[in-house]
């Protein structure tokens, strides 16, 4: 697990909702493990995975855009000037 600091602690009180807090008293129930040791280690796997590189990659596909007719993509400022107005600076 690396070098974790376990004598430094932060206390605090969090308030859980009840479906989580039985899910949590039942994995310390489960394995003998404190009810702090368990809330611990499920945040820690949690933010863990979030920062994981297993998960897939975000992918975008592409798809055509399909313009009005008469809208010229390539021709920015034409574009911004029919949609705002020959004042839009």
Same mark, same amino acid.
């Given at each position: 697990?690396?070098?974790? /600091?376990?004598?430094? *602690?932060?206390?605090?009180?969090?308030? /859980?909702?009840?479906?989580?807090?039985?899910?949590?008293?039942?994995? *310390?129930?489960?394995?003998?493990? *404190?009810?702090?040791?368990?809330?611990?280690?499920?945040?820690? &796997?949690?933010?863990?995975?979030?920062?994981? *590189?297993?998960?897939?990659?975000?992918?975008?596909? &592409?798809?055509?855009?399909?313009?009005?007719?008469?809208?010229?993509?390539?021709?920015?400022?034409?574009?911004?000037?029919?949609?705002?107005?020959?004042?839009?600076?």
């Amino acid at each position: 697990m690396g070098s974790r /600091l376990r004598d430094v *602690s932060v206390r605090t009180t969090l308030t /859980l909702e009840d479906d989580v807090a039985e899910r949590l008293r039942e994995e *310390s129930r489960r394995t003998g493990k *404190s009810f702090k040791d368990v809330v611990n280690e499920s945040i820690r &796997a949690g933010l863990d995975r979030r920062t994981s *590189s297993d998960l897939p990659p975000f992918k975008v596909r &592409a798809r055509a855009m399909h313009a009005r007719p008469g809208l010229d993509f390539d021709d920015i400022e034409g574009l911004i000037e029919r949609l705002e107005g020959p004042l839009h600076r």
